[in-house]
């Protein structure tokens, strides 16, 4: 059994503290009706997503300062008002198109783009959708948006499940990366699936032999590699996220979907070196790799094998538009036409812009391993952000 290692990290407040043992009451009641050991996807899920409990279900700040981490829109508005122009490209060749976010965070995304769109005329004929799977950040979301764009608010609509025959654009950022993983060990005699058990007052993880569907998942990575994993090989891989995939897939008659997220080609998720596998844990701005503690009140995320993505997509008759880094996409996508009046501005204003387009840019922040998957169907002309950089190829 590995036991939970000792970190140095921030102390839970009080109020924090208090809700995560309800959800490690919650976790250990689960391990016990499911017999003594319940996998990581599933343990992953309930910290995330336990009504009432998990990380998104229930009430912390997440995003921002006051948060655990910051994803691209929190950055800057420059994010979103990029992509606001690439859906623009997109909606211009649709016939009745609207926009769809999946899993909009805070809302602040929605906010910048809908403000862009407002101000140059462009706003959808069938609005601005979002479908997101916490009822507590609906409620975020929405006064968020009752406050930066009342005037807008009535052009948004929230979905309980994605809707049927959609013609438009989808946008996830930071979706695929929040679906629970499964994880692996590769020994010679078979894929063991790691599992979580209760530990004195914790929890451990030890492996079992692995279920149909994980062995599966796991050979064909090796098929896709064209050798076994060595021997001890450890990692994960997100058997939801070829479901989700095709899901979006269905719901999209004809547009495109922009999927951001970091991650990277198969082929690099599973290079031999890469053993312990990309599962990341956010806690007040520090990234650590112990999903065992502070249930319910730390992120825990993985990197998005875009291979699989691209595949799904690619198996329910979509095309890939482009796959390209986020610094490619902002620069590809007009990152350039913001600077114009950069002499004019504040000495404030300048360092405040210069520090945001780094943070987006620069390859050690979120420039290069962020990545975007644009996948598109119908006869459309593809999206300026692709046009430059594109690394498509590095997903075959
Ligand atoms: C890491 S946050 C990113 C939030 C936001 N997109 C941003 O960039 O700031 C993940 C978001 O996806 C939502 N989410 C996770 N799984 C989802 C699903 N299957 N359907 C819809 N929303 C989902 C979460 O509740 C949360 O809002």
């Known amino acids: 059994m590995q036991h939970a290692q000792t970190l140095s990290l921030p102390e839970a407040d009080t109020e924090r503290a208090l809700h995560s043992e309800r959800v490690v009451d919650f976790i250990r009641d689960r391990i016990h009706d499911a017999g003594g050991q ?11 997503y336990a009504p009432g409990l998990g990380y998104y279900s ?6 921002g300062g006051a948060g655990d981490f910051v994803t691209a829109p929190e950055t800057s ?20 198109p609207g926009i769809l976010e999946v899993g909009a965070g805070s809302g602040k995304l929605a906010a910048d783009i809908l403000k862009v769109l407002a101000e140059s005329g462009a706003l959808p004929e069938r609005g601005y959708k979002i479908l997101e799977v ?6 975020r979301q929405e006064s968020f948006l009752r406050r930066e764009v009342p005037e807008l608010l009535n052009s948004v609509e929230w979905l309980d499940a994605l809707p049927m025959d959609f013609s438009g654009v989808v946008i996830a950022n930071e979706v695929l990366d929040a679906l629970p993983v499964e994880r692996f060990i590769r020994r010679e005699q078979g894929i063991a699936q790691v599992c979580v058990v209760t530990d004195g007052d914790g929890f451990g993880l030890v492996d079992r032999e692995a279920p149909t569907m994980l062995i599966e998942a796991v050979e064909k990575i090796e098929a896709f590699l064209g ?22 897939c269905g719901t999209l008659r004809d547009g495109a979907a922009f999927l951001f997220d970091y991650g990277t080609s198969r082929r690099e998720y599973y290079a031999a070196d890469r053993s312990g596998g990309w599962l990341r844990c956010h806690f007040r701005h520090h990234a650590h790799d112990n999903p065992l503690i502070l249930q319910g009140i730390q992120d825990l995320t993985s990197w998005v094998d875009f291979t699989a993505v691209a595949e799904a997509a690619v198996d329910n008759g979509l095309d890939i538009a482009g796959f390209v880094t986020q610094a490619q996409f902002l620069i590809g996508g007009g990152l350039d036409k913001y600077l114009v009046d950069f002499a004019e501005l504040s000495t404030d204003a300048q360092l405040k812009l210069s520090a945001e387009i780094k943070l987006l840019t620069l390859p050690a ?11 598109s169907r119908g006869n459309l002309q593809p999206p300026t952000a692709f046009e430059f950089g594109d690394r498509t190829t590095s997903l075959g």
């Open 38 to 48: 319940i996998s990581f996807a599933e343990y992953m899920h309930h910290c995330l």
């Open 58 to 63: 229930a009430g912390s700040a997440k995003f």
């Open 77 to 96: 508005s420059l994010f979103g008002a990029i992509l606001a122009r690439q859906c623009v490209e997109v909606l211009k060749q649709l016939e009745s």
């Open 134 to 139: 916490s009822a507590d950040l609906c409620e």
């Open 227 to 248: 050798q076994p994993l060595p021997n001890g090989y450890a990692s994960e891989v997100c058997v939801a996220a070829p479901q989700w995939t095709a899901d979006i």
């Open 365 to 375: 922040e979120m420039g290069e391993n962020f990545k975007c998957l644009g996948i």
